[in-house]
């Protein structure tokens, strides 16, 4: 038995193997927390995994990471001071700051607010979490979390200190997976965004929604029209039929995803796509 990590209601249903609690009043899935291992030092997101090397695969990681900016930034456009939460090496709070924003970063992760650091201001950034930063109250016109939110134990306390640093009519914009889409039904516990165990609460529309506004935020917006992570269509189709995904064969299936990454974009017009990005004010 546990407590809905939104509701706090009980459940008992259980899926993914029973390493997960479901509530459907939510459509929140989140892990058993006695289940998890406990997290070594940056709890997997040490220097090395900030490191991009020069093959087919990382150029495309770069084309699309520019696509993301363009429309990050047309979605905060306007806004003075911007915080991207989980900031990572700092290549989003820098974007912001060549357009005019004055940019501000946390991020758990050590090694990662060291490659920010040469990025943008080292006083605007914070190693720790949300709620340790302590940024003043109303202190933000935007917030930005980029794959944040499925990390984050206890949702409510997050998107509630998120809401409390936002002036009035401040914007939040999250980036998450959405549980709800065809490629995760597809690929089940094999779906590229499952990512136990640093994935520990997986969403639908539904239930970042009522997440959102159960922190007292309005207007909230679900948009699928996200070019990130377009290749995992193909991915969950063969995570269907068992195939397993080494590296090499990732850069052999290259070819077939002429055919895979239009078909995920036209998914996503028909409001079905592996990763979406919302927006609400306060």
């Known amino acids: 038995m546990a407590h809905c990590l939104i509701c706090n209601s009980h459940t008992d249903r259980r899926r993914f193997g ?4 479901y509530c459907p009043d939510c459509d929140l899935h989140f892990a058993d927390r006695s289940a998890l291992p406990a997290p070594g030092d940056d709890a997997g997101y040490g220097a090395d ?36 939460i989980g900031c990572g090496s700092g290549w989003m709070a820098e974007w912001l700051q060549r357009h005019g924003a004055e940019a501000y970063g946390v991020d758990t ?34 917030a930005v979390a980029v794959h944040v939110l499925e990390h984050v134990e206890d949702p409510v306390a997050f998107a509630t200190e998120a809401r409390r640093i936002l002036r009035e009519d ?3 914009l999250l980036r998450i997976p959405n549980l709800a889409s065809w490629e995760a039904k597809l690929a089940g516990e094999r779906w590229y965004h499952f990512d136990y165990p640093f994935h520990i609460a997986h969403y639908s529309p539904r239930a970042v ?3 959102l506004q159960t922190c007292g935020f309005r207007n909230v917006q679900i948009s699928h029209a996200v070019t990130e ?28 995803q002429v055919v895979f990454m239009p078909l995920a974009c036209l998914l996503a017009l028909l ?3 592996g990763t979406i990005e919302v927006v609400a004010r306060k």
């Open 209 to 211: 929604t009522r997440l």
């Open 18 to 21: 029973g390493r997960f609690f």
């Open 229 to 256: 992570y377009r290749q995992t269509l193909l991915y969950s189709v063969l995570s269907a039929l068992g195939v397993p995904l080494p590296f090499w064969l990732k850069v052999s299936l290259l070819p077939l």
């Open 49 to 84: 995994y900030y490191k991009r090397g020069s093959c087919l695969l990382d150029w495309m990681f770069r084309v699309f990471t520019v696509l993301e900016q363009r429309r990050i930034l047309s979605v905060v456009k306007g806004c003075h001071r911007v915080l991207d």
């Open 271 to 273: 409001g079905n796509s």
């Open 170 to 172: 401040g914007v939040l």
């Open 109 to 142: 992760s050590k090694a990662a607010i060291a490659l920010a650091a040469g990025k943008v201001d080292p006083s605007h950034l914070r190693c720790g979490t949300l709620a340790s930063a302590k940024f003043e109250t109303g202190f933000f016109d935007a």
